[in-house]
């Protein structure tokens, strides 16, 4: 069964200081792994993803994550936090054997930028 | 472009009651799924649509039903409300069926409470 974990329920980092959020996931087969955010009163929006190929991953707003696989994780990183960067952070997986898109999304995680 | 829009944005209902959601994709988009988001957690799949049909399936009730349009809009069905229903119902549209590396766009959600 997939599943994913994020075992940081808040992260708190001060402005302008590097950030990583944590993810790890379980899959059967060989995983697709995304990154999206959440702010308040509003649906998910996506960051990056993972797919296949180069391990580090470049998306929106200057946000990167890294995929190890002998880990079995998609950590969420930016070198220079934002107060704005403030948010819900979902990491989420789907196993590429099984088609469709049942997506599991990790329980969150919400970052504190201090100012 | 329009991204995807839900509707109603709010509701209240009462135990035992039925309701209906609605979600209108990206244009373009032929595929459909649904997701609940109870406060705290991460969003939980409930359906997947694609051309009409449904793809997925979650851990969830027969209480909850959905089906696609032509216009590949999307209406969720829930019946028999309980308090534990009380979530925020969140569609997300996708341009390919098995193209499960594409990321999906959330709507801004549907609240739903039940009193």
């Known amino acids: 069964a997939q599943s994913v974990a994020q075992p940081e329920d808040q992260v708190n980092v001060a402005e302008g200081n590097p950030l990583t959020v944590k993810c790890t996931y379980s899959?059967?087969?060989?995983?697709?792994l995304f990154w999206y955010v959440q702010y308040p009163n509003r649906g998910l929006q996506f960051l990056l993803k993972?797919?296949?190929?180069?391990?580090l991953v470049k998306g929106s707003y200057g946000f990167e994550a890294e995929f190890n696989k002998s880990q079995t994780s998609f950590h969420l990183k930016k070198p220079s936090a934002l107060v704005s960067d403030s948010a819900l952070y979902f990491c989420?997986?789907?196993?590429?054997?099984?088609?469709?898109?049942?997506?599991?999304f990790g329980a969150g995680t919400r970052l504190f930028v201090k100012a | 472009d329009a991204g995807v829009t839900q509707s109603p944005t709010h509701l209240i209902k009462t135990r035992g009651q039925q309701v209906t959601l609605r979600c209108s994709p990206i244009?373009?988009?032929?595929?459909v799924s649904w997701y609940q988001q109870v406060l705290g957690q991460g969003p939980q799949f409930i359906f997947q649509?694609?051309?009409?049909?449904?793809?997925g399936r979650g851990n969830f009730p027969d209480r909850f039903s959905a089906r696609q349009f032509p216009n590949y809009s999307s209406e969720l069905n829930v019946n028999a409300l309980l308090l534990g229903d009380s979530a925020l119902y969140l569609c997300?549209?996708?341009?390919?069926?098995?193209?499960?590396?594409?990321?999906?766009?959330f709507g801004d959600g549907t609240r739903l409470s039940i009193l």
């Open positions: 989420a997986v789907r196993d590429k054997n099984t088609g469709g898109f049942k997506t599991i």
């Open positions: 997300a549209s996708s341009p390919a069926d098995r193209g499960v590396n594409q990321p999906q766009h």
């Open positions: 649509y694609y051309e009409k049909e449904e793809r």
């Open positions: 993972y797919i296949t190929g180069d391990n």
């Open positions: 244009s373009g988009h032929k595929s």
């Open positions: 899959v059967s087969g060989n995983p697709y």
